[in-house]
Nanobody, 120 residues
Framework: QVQVVESGGGLVQAGGSLRLSCEAS????????MGWYRQAPGKQRELVGT???????NYADSVKGRFTISRDNVKRTVYLQMNSLKPEDTAVYYC??????????????WGQGTQVTVSA
């Protein structure tokens, strides 16, 4: 059983910075693409960005140039560095990960989410 746990959320002023972490643990064989999504109240969950096992990234236009995704394969952790935060960045941020088990079967796992609130 794979667990995905986000941490680092909180309250921050507009223009400030915050770093989120997401660790995948338990029965890990191989981790593929990991990603960050966010969901504001009354809104659909939207893509923030993804990072491949090789470190290639892509970002939504709304965060491009402000957010940076990185990963540490030894620590089994992906990070979301958020700079120049805006009130519209307020949302619950979710992490996911593609896991391949010893039988080469792929599964997608989601974390519980962490709240990010940006005040004016």
């Amino acid at each position: 059983q794979v667990q995905v746990v986000e941490s680092g959320g909180g309250l921050v002023q507009a223009g400030g910075s915050l770093r989120l972490s997401c660790e995948a643990s338990g029965g890990i064989f191989s981790l593929g693409v990991m990603g960050w999504y966010r969901q504001a109240p009354g809104k659909q969950r939207e893509l923030v960005g993804t990072v491949t096992s090789g470190g290639n990234t892509n970002y939504a236009d709304s965060v491009k140039g402000r957010f940076t995704i990185s990963r540490d394969n030894v620590k089994r952790t992906v990070y979301l560095q958020m700079n120049s935060l805006k009130p519209e960045d307020t949302a619950v941020y979710y992490c996911n990960a593609v896991h391949t088990d010893a039988a080469l079967r792929r599964s997608l796992y989601w974390g519980q989410g962490t709240q990010v609130t940006v005040s004016a």
